[in-house]
């Protein structure tokens, strides 16, 4: 069965720094890769996703993530973060073969942004 | 488009009581899932609905919960009776095609005291 495992619970950077947030899947089938963010308080929104083509997908407020089929990985960066970036970052996978369509979590990184 | 709406916001309720949780989907979304976060458990599925039918419902953790989508437009989650365990934020989530990726309503938190 699919798993995501995402690695640090908790991230602390200051300011105007590069952050990459580690997402890997444990199966190799063909997926559909998304990143969600969840503000304090707020529901999940959509990041971005992955689901063919290019390798490096581009999403919302300046975050991109690279799908790597070999390591089973899709990180997510910034280069540059700022304050309002503090939040939860959620990585969720879909096998392409599942027609459950079920979205299996990772159990999220809580991203600091220090001034 | 207004998003996932979901009603209410905030539940406060006590033990032993009925407690009814409201979501409209985005038209034109076929699906449609019901979560629940807590800090011990992360995010769980609950419940799922394709075309207002319930498809997989493994998730629900015990009889007390029930969920129905009369129509396109309407579900609701009802936990009777409601127990302090059952503390937690439920989220409502729709998609068009259920790989492509939810949106998310802004959830309900419930207390049970």
């Known amino acids: 069965a699919q798993s995501v495992t995402q690695l640090g619970s908790h991230v602390s950077v200051s300011e105007g720094a590069l952050v990459l947030l580690r997402c890997n899947y444990s199966?190799?089938?063909?997926?559909?890769l998304f990143w969600y963010v969840q503000y304090p308080n707020q529901g999940l929104q959509l990041l971005l996703k992955?689901?063919?083509?290019s390798t490096l997908v581009k999403g919302i407020n300046g975050f991109e993530a690279e799908f790597n089929k070999s390591q089973t990985s899709f990180h997510l960066r910034k280069p540059s973060v700022h304050i309002s970036d503090t939040a939860e970052y959620f990585c969720a996978v879909s096998d392409r073969g599942d027609s459950n369509y079920q979205l299996i979590w990772g159990a999220g990184t809580k991203l600091i942004i220090k001034p | 488009d207004a998003g996932v709406i979901q009603s209410p916001r905030h539940e406060v309720t006590e033990m032993g009581q009925e407690v009814t949780l409201r979501c409209k989907p985005i038209s034109g979304h076929d699906y449609l899932f019901w979560y629940r976060q807590t800090m011990m458990r992360g995010l769980e599925l609950l419940i799922y609905f394709n075309n207002n039918v319930p498809i997989d419902d493994s998730g629900m953790p015990e009889d007390r919960f029930s969920a129905k989508m009369p129509n396109a437009s309407f579900s609701t989650l009802k936990i009777q009776p409601s127990e302090p365990r059952d503390s937690a934020v439920y989220f409502c989530?729709?998609?068009?095609?259920?790989?492509?990726?939810?949106?998310f309503g802004s959830g309900t938190r419930l207390t049970v005291v």
């Open positions: 992955y689901l063919s083509g």
């Open positions: 989530a729709s998609s068009w095609g259920g790989s492509y990726g939810y949106t």
């Open positions: 199966s190799s089938v063909s997926v559909y």
